[in-house]
């Protein structure tokens, strides 16, 4: 039985420990598997469900049929071939699942405010800020075309509003596949699959810039416009409203992406001396 078997690994693991002479304070050892230990995470977990910071939700995560299990990020390894667990090497997917989330994010004002009140060193403040990742932005909505649909996105630059030519939205927002015309539902459906197999740290840095045109359009509210909307897996579910504006001139990537599939680029900030009939992805 597990109990077995954790407690007999647990010695081993103290054996090889004491005949290579570490010093160890074995006073201070304990084992999570261990009732006393666990009764504390469970009042822990108590105490956030009746403040209502314990939720369920349907999230998505790496499911190995073949274990049986959820495996974290640092459990699977992702190749050409696609994901597999770091044990057994057997497939992974990505998999929508009830799980128990911890509303963490409540807290990311006072997370930030009260790093003025420990005495740390300033590189680990900044590290600390940097993880919680506040940004300042806006809500800016797009209405769909000839549909009662409306896109949510987040941006910090409501400045470069009129430079959006296209909208992109994650993989696994919740509209993708009802903004699917029928003529593009098979290359969706195809690209939704291979998405499937990346982690999250592979889509943020793509650098083949890949996507799939919906059929859909949207509408650009400071000038009517009609924008495509596309997939596209270097859009995270999580950050934002997990669909942004794009603005090719404003942003690198969104300039990438509209070189490789030959989307419009507008330049509505311009710095001196610069090239209208040339724009590039310029940062201002």
């Known amino acids: 039985p597990p109990r077995t078997f954790t407690y007999e690994n647990i010695n081993n693991f103290k054996k090889q420990i004491q005949s290579i002479g570490k010093s160890v304070d074995w006073d201070r050892e304990l084992a999570t598997s261990d009732p006393y230990f666990y009764s504390w995470t469970q009042w822990i ?24 299990t959820v495996l974290a990020n640092e459990e699977v390894i992702s190749n050409e071939k696609g994901m597999f667990s770091e044990r057994g090497n057997h497939p992974v997917v990505k998999k929508k699942m009830k799980q128990w989330v911890l509303k963490i994010t409540q807290y990311a004002d006072r997370l930030l405010d009260d790093l003025n009140l420990v005495n740390w060193p300033l590189n680990v403040k900044e590290m600390q800020a940097n993880w919680i990742g506040k940004n300042q932005g806006a809500i800016v909505s797009f209405p769909v075309s000839d549909q009662k649909i409306t896109l949510k ?23 993708a596949l009802q903004l699917t015309k029928p003529e593009y539902q098979q290359a969706v459906n195809n690209y939704l699959e291979l998405t499937k197999q990346k982690k999250d740290l592979e889509r943020d840095i793509n650098k083949d810039k890949t996507g799939v045109f919906t059929g859909s359009f949207a509408i650009n509210p400071c000038n009517n416009t009609k924008i495509p909307i596309w997939i596209a897996d270097y859009v995270l579910p999580h950050y934002g409203t997990g669909a942004l504006m794009s603005v090719p ?32 992805a310029n940062q201002t």
């Open 153 to 175: 996105t987040f941006t910090t630059r409501l400045d470069t509003l009129f430079g959006v030519t296209f909208l992109v939205i994650a993989p696994e927002h919740e509209l």
């Open 249 to 280: 001139c404003h942003d690198q990537r969104d300039f990438e992406f509209a070189q490789k599939h030959g989307l419009k680029m507008i330049q509505v900030i311009t710095p001196p001396s610069s090239d209208l009939e040339n724009p590039t």
């Open 45 to 68: 977990f108590k105490k956030l469900y009746e403040k209502g910071l314990a939720v369920l939700k349907n999230t998505e995560v790496n499911f190995c049929p073949n274990l049986g």
